[in-house]
Nanobody
Framework: QAQLVESGGGLVPPGGSLRLSCAAS????????IAWFRQAPGKEREEVSC????????HYADSVKGRFTIYRDSATKMAYLQMNILNPEDTGIYYC????????????WGPGTQVTVSS
């Protein structure tokens, strides 16, 4: 049974940093792309970043380019989203997802972790 569990969310002031973690199990991790989505109140769900299987390629939303970094570790079946220079518009629930490809509607989703950027 595929499972994704996020951690690392919390409250951070503007300009701060957070690192989100995603623990994966129950599917062939190396054969799946990992993407982070976020859902802010009153806004549509947005793909923040995606990394292809084995980390061959990464993609970022324009709103986070230069501030966020996605990476993965095959040995531990973990994925991460390093978020720097956070601003209030980054507030939302962040979901770790997995699918053979980077796509709009991934196959597997984690329950999400709340990120709040506020002073």
């Amino acid at each position: 049974q595929a499972q994704l569990v996020e951690s690392g969310g919390g409250l951070v002031p503007p300009g701060g940093s957070l690192r989100l973690s995603c623990a994966a199990s129950g599917f062939p991790f190396d054969n799946y792309a990992i993407a982070w989505f976020r859902q802010a109140p009153g806004k549509e769900r947005e793909e923040v970043s995606c990394i292809t299987h084995r980390g061959g390629s990464t993609h970022y939303a324009d709103s986070v380019k230069g501030r966020f970094t996605i990476y993965r570790d095959s040995a531990t079946k973990m994925a991460y989203l390093q978020m720097n220079i956070l601003n209030p518009e980054d507030t939302g629930i962040y979901y770790c997802t997995a699918d053979p490809y980077c796509r709009e509607d991934p196959r597997y989703w984690g329950p999400g972790t709340q990120v709040t950027v506020s002073s």
